[in-house]
């Protein structure tokens, strides 16, 4: 089994296993027992009286709470198969996968009381503003992660991006200039266009005017609709960019990079990155 007490006195071991640091790890398992102890308590309510005393029976391999929030995130960090995460932390295959389904939500509910998940739709600007109220700027950008073909035809033909050379679904999400992501759209098969995602999930409608809004050539024709759209010129056909439409396009480039560097510290998650 592994040594938790070992990883969770080295930083670089705990940043490899969990993704995190150890103050973000003392901060988050604070929430999560709290959340913890909640789910216990209702699910104490809605079962019958206990026969014997709290502590009796077998003694737990996920004793702690520091242990159960180390169990979920190396699964979602190293994403093993469950017999693997099982010899890990000495369970069998089938516990390791209850074990993994009941802290899940846990998980989820805690980082949604740090107000740390994204939000999946905002119905206007008002609504912006009260949950992001210091963002001063959003950058636009699709991304896909990998899945595996689809046996029917059809299915696996819209799930084919042309742009991977293989089968995935694309989010579309809004970051900020601090790498944090904001909004995060529902998956979607990964043959869909940008500009046609954004469209349908009206995710631009929500941000205020002020706020500029950067997005790349895949977006292009939404600079007609939205006054505060940065966009990159594009080169006429036939023709060449000026020296000061190059630079701003440079510019513009070294803004949204943050958007790739948000995407790329999610995929740090093998969850999300793999099949």
């Avoid at 932390?89 to 740090?114: C, M, T």
């Avoid at 409608?205 to 010129?233: K, M, R, T, Y």
Wanted: charged share 30%; with cysteine; aromatic share 8%.
């Amino acid at each position: 089994m592994l040594d938790i007490e070992r990883v969770l006195k080295s930083d670089r071991l705990l940043r490899a296993l969990t993704g995190l640091n150890r103050k973000a790890f003392e901060e988050l398992v604070l929430t999560f027992e709290s959340v913890y102890q909640q789910s216990q308590m209702n699910q104490t309510q809605a079962q019958r009286p206990r026969q014997r005393a709290v502590g009796g029976g077998q003694k737990a391999r996920l004793g702690s709470r520091e242990a159960k929030l180390f169990f979920i995130l190396v699964y979602f960090k190293c994403y093993p198969t469950f017999d693997v995460l099982g010899l890990l932390f000495d369970l069998d295959y089938s516990r390791a996968n209850r074990w993994v389904h009941r802290l899940q939500p846990i998980l989820e509910a805690a980082l949604g009381q740090k107000l740390m998940l994204p939000e999946r739709k905002l119905g206007s600007v008002a609504a912006f503003i009260q949950r992001f109220p210091e963002v001063k700027r959003v950058i636009i950008d699709g991304t896909e992660r990998p899945i595996r073909r689809a046996q029917d035809s059809q299915q696996q033909q819209q799930n084919y991006s042309g742009k991977k050379r293989r089968h995935t679904r694309k989010h579309l999400a809004a970051t900020e200039a601090y790498q944090r992501i904001l909004i995060l759209s529902p998956a979607r098969e990964g043959k869909i266009h940008d500009k046609r995602l954004l469209d349908e999930t009206q995710m631009a409608s929500c941000i205020p005017d002020e706020v500029p809004i950067a997005v790349d050539l895949g977006f292009q024709g939404l600079q007609n609709e939205w006054v505060n759209l940065e966009i990159p010129h594009k080169k006429p056909r036939g023709g060449t960019l000026s020296d000061e439409q190059k630079q701003e396009n440079r510019e513009l480039s070294r803004r949204r990079v943050k958007c790739e560097h948000a995407f790329a510290g999610m995929k740090r998650y093998n969850a999300v990155a793999h099949v």
